[in-house]
Structures are given as C-alpha cells and as structure tokens.
C-alpha cells in the first residue's frame, strides 16, 4: 500500500477503539476484529505485535480520551483490556493464517508420501523438505495413537524428540487441560469427525508446560478408512503469558497490586450470577423457616448495628439480609460487603505530599490482603484512598463483622514511613444481602452510603446497612440533586408566622419561613432542605429569594395599613450570607427597589453565627443596623452564650429559644425557668433590647411570659406559618 491507502486502512481501525474506549457499556471484544485486520493487511513480521499493542497503550487514552466524566484509572484499563482484545484477534487470525497454510502443505506433503510408494522418489524429497522445514510442529500417529514421526519443531517445543515418541497420543496429558479433549480424540479415531481445534497444555521434558494450538485432522486411505491422525501445533506459550500480563495489569491495581474495580465488579457479578443459580427454583426468603430467639435473621447475636473497632463484632440483622438460617439454605445463598474508606487521608496528601499517600496506601493495601482468611475472600482497591472487601456465601453476619474487625484492627497500628508514625484508621460500610434481587451497583451504592453513615459518627468503626438509612440519604441525595434548579422551576414558597404583642395581643409582625413544594416528597419544611442548600452553596440564591419575597410582602401590607405601622417582617439570615461580601449591597438594593421603610425588615441571625465573631465578621451587620433594619438574636440560650458581648452586638431584638417557655405550658410553672426568663428579659431591657418568645403553645406560657416583662410571642397557640393573606385576618380577640 502506499502511504495514504495504509492510512485511509488504519482510520477505521482506529475509530473502532476510540468508539470502544468511549463507550458506554464497555465491551473489549469490538477490538478484536481490528487484530484480524492488521493481519489480514499482511502486518504479520515479527515485530508487528508489540509495535501496535504499544501505540495503542501511548497513544489511544492520549488522542481519543472517552467523555463523560470517565476516571483516567478506568479509561487506562480499558485500554488495556483493548490491548488484549487486539492480541487475541491478531494472534487468532495469524493462527489461522498459518495453521491453514501448513495444513494445505502438510496434507500436500502426506499425499505425496502416499503416491511416492507408486510414483517418482522427487515426491518424497519434497515432503522431507515441507515436513522438516515447517515453522510449526507436525506430528504424525497411528488409530492407537503410537507416534509414527514428528518435524525438528515438535521435537524442539517438547524438548527432544525421545520424549515424544516414547508417549502414546493419550499419554501426553495435564491438568490444565479440559476432560473434553479425550472425548475428541475418540470422535477422532472413529471416525465421527474429521478434526478438531483447541489449545491444549503438554508436559514438556524439563518439566515446565508447553500451551499449543493444536489443530488435529484424520487421515483417510484410498478407500475412505480412517488411517492416521495429522497433529498440527503451534507454540503459543508466550502468547499466553503476554495475555496473562495484559489481563493482570487491566484487573490490578498498579500502585497497590490489589484487584482493581474491574476485577471487582467481575467477582461481584459471578457471586450473584452463581448464588443466583443455585436457588432452589421457588424458595424465597419469605418462606425459609424462622429463626430461633436466641438467634437473629442472619444468625447473628441480636443488638446494637453500630460497632466501634474495639467492640465485639456482633449485630442484628438488617432488612437486606434474606436468609434465615446460621449459614445459609445453600451455596450462594448472601454475599457480604465490606467497604473501607481511609479518615484523614486527604490531610496526609495535602500535608506530606502524594508520594508519601501512595506508599501509606500500599501498607494499608499489604495489611488488607493478611485480614483474608478464606479462598471465598476477596479484597479490592476500587479507587483513591477506597478498598472492598468480598465474602462469597457468608456463613452469618458474624462472619462478615468479624471481617469488618480484624481491618479495623489491622489498621489500628500507625504506619512507620521515612522514620514517621502515621497514625491510619478508616470506616466501613456492611451490607450482608441475598443476592436474587440485586444488582452489583445496589450493593455497592448501599455498602457506600453505610460507609459514610460510620464516618458521620465519628469514624474508626463500622456500620452494618440499614435500608430506612439506605432510603433516606437516597432521598437526600435526590434532594441535593434538583436543589440548584428547583428555584427557577419556582417550586419554593414562602409563608407567614405571625409575632403578636403579648401586652396588647397586635400583630407586631411574622417571620418569612420558606417551603419547598417537591413534586414527589409534597412540601418540605427547612429542616429537610436547609443544610443541604447551605452545604451545596445555593443557600445564597434562595436566602436572596426569600429576602426579596418578604419584602415584597411586607411593602404589601405596608400600602395596605394606610399610614399606620405595618407589620415587620422578620427574614432568617444564614451563616453563609452572613459572610457573603454582597450581603449589605443586597439588603440595600431589595429596600430601595420596594420602597418598604428599614425599619420594617428584621433580619434574624442565629446565635451561634454572632457569639464569638470578630469586629471584622461583624461590620456587614452594623452596616445593616445603620440602614435602620433590626437585626434580632435567633435561637439565645441554645449555645454557650457570652452574655457580655451583647453590649456591642449589632442587635435590637433577643429571640428566646422555645426550650425557655416549655416549662411553662401549665400551671405551676417551673420556677427555674421563670427565674431565667426573668433574669434575661431584665438584662436586655436594661441594655435596650426587645424580647421574643418562640414556642408558645399554651394559654398558659402567654399569660406567664406577658407577666415576665416579654415583648412578642410566637407559636402555634397564636397561629401556624400560612399564606400571606392570613395574616390580616388575626383580630386582637383571636390573638388574645
């Protein structure tokens, strides 16, 4: 070809991968064909092998990287299984090549001998020269399978030619090999077939193995008898061996040597592929007999789920585990996970560098593989500082805990690294399931959210998978998920808790409490909501919402008082907009553009965003006092209040906590809290501070709190948060 026909030949070839790597249900086997072509464009020198499998590796992840988010570990393994898959179509296809070549010439060569004994000595001689001269092994037997003759390269591949001939066909045996070769020979020698293809393992003379492509056809006579057997092998031995390398580097891990998520997810899908089989047709976990009292669903010790690493590893069961027994109805039956993640280990690689990470990790990774006991144990690194472990078929939940404990106890000790003690310890996620309906993916995804569930309690311990657990950080995720555009699909509303006057029962105000109406969890308070805005960030979009509904609302109500003071609207105002640099441009900008009076915004902070903070943290709210909003104390007495700095605090009004007036809900009151009260409501008086109450529920808590001296209620004995318009519609005898 010339340069451009080898290049319009090879592009396919190339697009063929790339889609391959790109792809979103991975399959290596696309690649194979394109081995068969390089051969079938004769690229068959020696050579030509290594050469492409080595611009695949440098070259393929480098010029065609997959989309989608795909991790480089990922897209390097496979490219690696693509490696392998180009080997194997162009090892098969050059087999095929030469097999069928030296067969044509073998039988050429056996027909010639046979038509030597009655034609011209010039046949012999090129027999000879075909049959000695062959770059494959040729053997030749009897039906009892006695060698007859064998080339100088079957000689060589078994290591003398008296090693050969001193063996029958049958005896050239090995483990390795599969019981159906027997069974083809005997087809063979009856005549039944005409031949056959596999690769076999023969015992060579220095006692390593020798693996061929043994191609295997029946010689008949003149008469249509079966006469001899022709044996054709080729050496693949070294073949295999770079597959076995190519497969091992695309399934481990190259820093820890470990399996990799690959091999994983292999393992894991043969455990329920095969546990899947061996249930009995129709026995369901429903209908497995019950358990003993003094045994759990699993067979493990009923008690606490949660266990840290210097407990005894007992548990109850958990909903996802299916069978009822100590060890299982059958082979198969539950596979246990456990899932690991390293606490801290962030810290070590930004402090000390990723190369002292990698070789932390490869401790961790060499104490893992000493915490298997069994063959049906396996243990993974499927990513970063990430390690599962796999029991096939536990025998009970204990089993898997005790598992869980001896990583906890291996990683306990601190690791010694350049003359340094890092201290490594980690939290696992359990889950013990049966595995008739649940995918890999399932498993993993609740292994993974219990492992996070340990980590939230403080780490260095394991939890067993709770499915109420499972569903509700789903739910949170889902959450999280629709959060960043749930604001502009305008499914956030705002409703009114109105502030009432406890001397004269007026409403002095409400307090804009946002909802979220989900169209699939109805409407969700801000407890279910909140954090995950103020974790995600787009707390500062919906607070900046919020605030400009409010307002809104309350220029509203302003128009609608004719002259007279409208009530005040009180808007909550986060940690995270505390310290946002355009919080006082905001604020400033919602007034000016609804006209509404500063004075009738209250912005509410929580104590423990105020308490403690420096002049700078507090110059944004001072700058807002100035404008003449009021900014009010949220949730006093909850934290480790500083009463002294309320002197210099930026606030008007002190929201007392509803833990203040629960106390008083009947008569008699408990005096301690009427003494606190009083105590507060005297300070912030004498430092020129109004008081609100939340949680007043009761007739009771109002008449209590009116005679302390407090300014305001709030509570549901006064009304619950609604829809705007029912906020005019409270009278002074409702309100009182």
């Not at 429903?286 to 045994?295: K, L, N, V």
Request: proline share 6%.
């Amino acid at each position: 070809m010339t340069r451009a026909e080898l290049e319009s030949y090879l592009r396919p070839l190339a697009r063929v991968l790339s889609d391959a790597l790109s792809a979103d249900r991975f399959d290596p086997r696309a690649a194979v064909p394109v081995g068969a072509a390089l051969v079938g464009a004769h690229c068959t020198d020696p050579e030509a092998l290594p050469s492409i499998l080595g611009i695949i590796d440098a070259y393929l992840v480098l010029y065609c990287p997959p989309g989608g988010g795909l991790p480089a570990d990922e897209a390097r393994a496979r490219c690696s299984r693509l490696q392998h898959a180009v080997a194997v179509g162009f090892s098969q296809a050059l087999r095929e090549r030469t097999l069928n070549e030296q067969e044509s010439i073998s039988r050429a060569a056996l027909a010639a001998q046979a038509d030597a004994e009655r034609a011209l000595a010039a046949s012999e001689a090129r027999f000879r020269a075909v049959f000695e001269g062959a770059a494959v092994g040729i053997g030749i037997a009897d039906l009892d399978g006695r060698v007859v003759e064998v080339n100088d390269a079957l000689s060589r591949m078994f290591g003398g030619e008296k090693h050969v001939m001193q063996r029958t066909v049958s005896e050239w045996a090995h483990p390795d090999n599969a019981v159906t070769t027997v069974a083809l020979n005997g087809e063979l020698v009856r005549g039944e077939r005409d031949g056959y293809h596999i690769e076999k393992a023969y015992p060579r003379a220095d006692g390593s193995v020798l693996w061929a492509n043994l191609q295997v056809s029946l010689l008949r006579d003149a008469t249509g008898s079966p006469q001899y057997q022709l044996a054709l092998l080729e050496d693949i031995t070294e073949r295999r061996q770079l597959l076995h390398r190519l497969r091992h580097e695309a399934t481990h891990d190259a820093l820890t040597g470990l399996p990799n998520r690959a091999l994983f997810f292999e393992r894991l899908d043969q455990a329920l592929a095969a546990t899947a089989e061996t249930d009995a047709p129709g026995v369901s976990a429903a209908t497995a007999a019950p358990a003993s009292p003094e045994q759990g669903a699993d067979g493990g010790t009923p008690g606490d789920r949660s266990h840290r690493a210097a407990a005894p590893a007992t548990g109850a069961p958990t909903a996802p585990t299916a069978s009822t027994d100590g060890g299982g109805t059958g082979p198969g039956r539950r596979i246990g996970l456990c899932y690991l993640d390293l606490d801290g280990f962030k810290a070590v690689n930004d402090s000390l560098g990723h190369a002292v990470g990698d070789q932390l990790l490869v401790a961790v990774a060499e104490r893992l593989r000493d915490c298997l006991t069994t063959p049906d144990q396996l243990v993974a690194r499927i990513g970063g500082d990430e390690f599962v472990a796999l029991y096939t078929d536990p025998p009970s939940l204990e089993a898997v805990t005790d598992l869980a404990g001896r990583i906890l106890s291996a990683l306990s000790a601190p690791v010694l690294l350049d003359g340094r003690e890092l201290p490594v310890h980690g939290s696992i996620g359990i889950v013990l399931t049966p595995t008739a309906s649940h995918a890999a993916a399932d498993v993993l995804r609740s292994a993974d959210i219990t492992m996070y569930r340990a980590k939230e309690l403080g780490g260095n311990r394991y939890e067993v998978a709770d499915p109420d657990a499972d569903a509700r950080a789903i739910t949170r995720h889902s959450l999280t998920n629709r959060l960043p555009g749930a604001l502009e699909r305008g499914e956030f509303f705002v409703e009114y808790q109105p502030l009432i006057g406890l001397s004269d029962g007026v409403v002095h105000g409400a307090e804009a409490l946002v909802r979220w109406g989900h169209p699939v969890h109805g409407v969700l308070g801000p407890d279910r909501f909140i954090p995950l805005a103020e974790h995600t960030g787009q707390i500062v979009p919906l607070g900046r919402w919020v605030l400009e509904q409010a307002v809104r609302q309350a220029e509203v109500w302003q128009r609608s008082h004719h002259g007279a003071r409208a009530p005040r609207v009180n808007v909550n105002l986060s940690p995270i907009q505390l310290h946002h640099p355009d919080l006082v441009a905001e604020v400033t900008r919602v007034l000016d553009d609804s006209g509404l009076a500063p004075e009738s915004l209250c912005l509410e902070v929580t104590e423990s965003a105020l308490i403690g903070a420096d002049q700078d943290a507090l110059k944004p709210l001072r700058r807002i006092a100035d404008l003449g909003v009021e900014i009010a104390l949220d949730d006093f007495g909850t934290g480790y209040s500083n009463l002294s700095s309320l002197r210099w605090l930026p606030v008007s009004v002190l929201k007392l906590d509803r833990a203040f007036s629960r106390g008083m809900s009947h008569h008699p009151a408990d005096p301690v809290d009427l003494k606190i009260v009083e105590g507060i409501v005297s300070l912030a008086h004498g430092l020129g501070l109004s008081v609100t109450v939340e949680g007043v529920e009761t007739s009771a808590q109002a008449d209590y709190l009116r005679d302390l001296g407090c300014d305001t209620g709030q509570g549901w004995f006064y009304g619950r948060p609604a829809p705007p318009e029912q906020l005019g519609t409270l009278l002074l005898a409702d309100a009182s």
